[in-house]
């Protein structure tokens, strides 16, 4: 299977910036979209930024022009760029990334969550 393993949450004042990291590992052998998505406490999990494999980008409408997704495809890895947080950015940050791996006798796909991140914005 693909795994996916989060990294650079925290704690930051309102106005503040944070960089996501995320990176795949496994027997991948293509990965098509990445993603971020958040849930918030009480709250369903939304969606926030994706990348296709092509480098095109999109975001919701809250984040827009505030956070940049990016990603290595030769490390499959994946980024989200976090400037101008507010409170109501707080939330658990997820990674999910779809595509296709190796079984070990097959080639089979796959949709990964990481599991998750806290980023937490103060006011």
């Known amino acids: 299977q693909v795994q996916l393993v989060e990294s650079g949450g925290g704690l930051v004042q309102a106005g503040g910036s944070l960089r996501l990291s995320c990176a795949a590992s496994?027997?991948?052998?293509?990965?098509?979209?990445m993603g971020w998505y958040r849930q918030a406490p009480g709250q369903q999990r939304e969606w926030v930024a994706a990348?296709?494999?092509?480098?095109?980008?999109n975001y919701a409408d809250s984040v827009k022009g505030r956070f940049t997704i990016s990603r290595d495809s030769a490390k499959n890895t994946v980024s989200l760029q976090m400037n101008s947080l507010k409170p109501e950015d707080t939330a658990v940050y997820y990674c999910?990334?779809?595509?296709?791996?190796?079984?070990?006798?097959?080639?089979?796909?796959?949709?990964?969550w990481g599991q998750g991140t806290q980023v937490t914005v103060s006011s």
């Open positions: 496994g027997s991948i052998f293509s990965i098509n979209a």
């Open positions: 990348i296709t494999s092509g480098g095109r980008t």
């Open positions: 999910n990334a779809d595509g296709r791996y190796w079984s070990g006798k097959e080639f089979s796909t796959f949709n990964s």
